[in-house]
């Protein structure tokens, strides 16, 4: 089953402006990932944001989390084609223990960037 | 440092055939997971381990689905016979165990795409 719920589903919007990511999910969290898709590829990992936190840049990107709100928004700066691709939220479960984990996606929003 | 390498990269068969997928995940990744993504859709997971142990193995379905990791490194899903709803994208990724409560990336590898006919 999927716990993260992207929105939009698609999105297209003009090479130079931001696009905006958001990620809803239900259950207890310890952090949250943003993955890429690039067509026809593999997932790549953007970035990593833990329950304990707010906010988190990386270049281009940034990331809010609001634990109370149980939601996540992703923000492309000055957006170029190459960007375009799905991005998929994931949670981490929270329970605290010990070991590996699995991490759950959304089904992920398909961004466009128009040249 | 390689990353998670899968193959084949693309199969196409015919239903009712049997098909393989093989992983080989990072060098020192003790956990290692099967992800299917539907057309469309997110990853789901197959199943996890831990070394050579499924630790979670819950959303396999095991009367056509199996899954070894011998040697606790290389891993191989078989599905016998294959259905034309396995058409899929099948998602190796690989991570190293951890013992703190801040959990650590998961990689994945380009994915093998199934299409059945």
């Known amino acids: 089953s999927q716990q993260g719920e992207e929105d939009p589903q698609a999105l297209s919007i003009q090479e130079g402006e931001n696009a905006t990511m958001n990620c809803s999910y239900k259950?207890?969290?310890?952090?949250l990932q943003w993955y890429r898709q690039n067509s026809g590829r593999g997932l790549v990992h953007l970035i990593l944001i833990r329950s304990n936190e707010r906010e988190k840049h990386s270049g281009r990107l940034r990331v809010t989390l609001d634990t109370s709100k149980k939601s996540s928004s992703l923000l492309i700066t000055a957006s170029r084609a190459a960007d375009t691709a799905s991005y998929f939220c994931?949670?981490?479960?929270?329970?605290?223990?010990?070991?590996?984990?699995?991490?759950?996606f959304g089904k992920g929003t398909k961004l466009s960037v128009i040249p | 440092e390689a990353g998670v390498v899968q193959s084949p990269r693309y199969k196409i068969i015919e239903k009712k055939q049997p098909v393989a997928f093989w992983c080989n995940p990072i060098s020192g990744h003790n956990t290692l997971y099967w992800y299917r993504q539907n057309l469309g859709q997110g990853p789901e997971l197959l199943i996890r381990y831990e070394n050579e142990e499924a630790v979670d193995d819950s959303q396999l379905p095991k009367d056509r689905f199996s899954a070894e990791r011998l040697k606790g490194v290389d891993s191989t899903l078989k599905i016998q016979p294959a259905e034309l709803g396995d058409s899929a994208v099948y998602l190796c990724a690989s991570s190293t165990w951890v013992t703190d409560p801040i959990r650590n990336t998961i990689y994945f590898g380009e994915g093998s795409w199934l299409t059945v006919v």
């Open positions: 259950t207890s969290i310890n952090n």
């Open positions: 994931a949670t981490a479960p929270g329970y605290s223990g010990a070991g590996s984990y699995q991490l759950t």
